[in-house]
């Protein structure tokens, strides 16, 4: 009974410590993050750059597991779980049922090259500025963006190197947003509504005859159903790099510095590698027998002015104040 009672401070430190841990340790926080787009693609090489970049600032406080190809549910539903706090981040298009400013990023012929697009959505750029605060009311902390490239215009029914093109072969295009069906509303286009994941068989059956996507959505998900491809630029893709507010606020200011610096340097290498990729692309689709169009710049701007005037029907959805932010902004 004596040994017993020499025990019991012994065991009293053994209790505190299964229940609080060792004095000074940090237990890890495990956090999970999607994104749409496939493995092994660039953007999803950003991913895990930026992954691995916490680990690494974070000393291991934060460890992230990715899932890329919407292994976590569709986008929309990752980004409403993002909100709820279901999810603590992810790499996400801005999903607009929560906010119609949200579609601000889509504005046709927003920005005109790269360094225009470096620019506008950095940190510092104007559509940042502009679309933090609408995040912030939602519950997001805005990290940085994702530049995806430019959106061209594929088909199967002929080369396309003006609007009246479309219209001239009886495209039927399919749209994926406000922006882009209105533009092309605008150029007499029938547009057709399908979702993502229809939309190969919906051009194999004839549902459709066009997409507009970025080259390597295009090479990598749509090669086999486009014959022809159309640098038209008319939408600049972008994933946000979001976290649920709460998350990052629970966290020390030393791993929110973390979090941004490593964001920082993986969008900055995101950008990089996408845009050259982007120029590799090119070239593999004429490899696989695609015709690539390549516009001068004479011949965006017939495109061009179908896509600005598309913005007065565009101010209907955003908002006048959005849009004249936009109009004040964009070069």
Not at 141 to 149: F, I, N, P, T
Not at 226 to 237: A, L, R, S
Request: negative net charge; hydrophobic residues 40%; aromatic residues 12%.
């Amino acid at each position: 009974m004596r040994n017993f009672k020499n025990l019991l401070p012994l065991l009293f430190v053994v209790m505190v410590i299964f229940v609080l841990g060792i004095p000074g340790s940090v237990t890890a926080k495990k956090w999970r993050s999607g994104h749409p787009a496939p493995p092994g693609t660039p953007f999803d090489m950003a991913h895990t750059k930026f992954i691995d970049l916490v680990k690494e600032k974070t000393n291991g406080k934060i460890i992230i597991d990715g899932y890329p190809a919407e292994q976590l549910g569709p986008y929309r539903d990752m980004f409403s779980n993002v909100v709820m706090g279901v999810q603590e981040m992810g790499f996400l298009p801005a999903s607009p049922e929560f906010s119609p400013e949200l579609q601000a990023v889509t504005t046709a012929y927003l920005v005109n090259n790269w360094d225009d697009a470096r620019k506008t959505f950095g940190t510092d750029g104007w559509m940042f500025k502009m679309l933090d605060p609408v995040f912030d009311k939602l519950g997001i902390k805005m990290l940085g963006v994702l530049l995806c490239g430019f959106e061209g215009f594929g088909n199967v029914k002929g080369p396309v190197l003006f609007p009246e093109d479309i219209t001239h072969k009886n495209i039927k295009v399919r749209t994926w947003c406000p922006a882009d069906r209105l533009m092309f509303e605008e150029i007499g286009a029938q547009t057709v509504d399908i979702s993502f994941s229809e939309l190969f068989t919906g051009i194999q059956t004839g549902v459709a005859h066009a997409h507009d996507s970025t080259p390597l959505i295009s090479y990598f998900m749509f090669r086999d159903v486009t014959k022809y491809y159309t640098d038209i630029n008319h939408i600049f893709e972008t994933l946000i790099v979001m976290v649920n507010k709460k998350r990052y606020d629970s966290l020390s200011p030393e791993l929110q510095q973390a979090l941004q610096e490593s964001a920082d340097e993986a969008m900055a290498y995101g950008a990089d590698i996408v845009q050259q990729a982007e120029e590799d692309i090119f070239k593999k689709m004429a490899d696989d027998g695609i015709q690539v169009i390549r516009l001068t710049p004479e011949q965006r701007q017939a495109w061009k002015k179908y896509g600005i005037k598309s913005w007065s029907n565009f101010e209907n959805i955003l908002g006048k104040e959005a849009m004249d932010h936009i109009r004040t902004n964009a070069k």
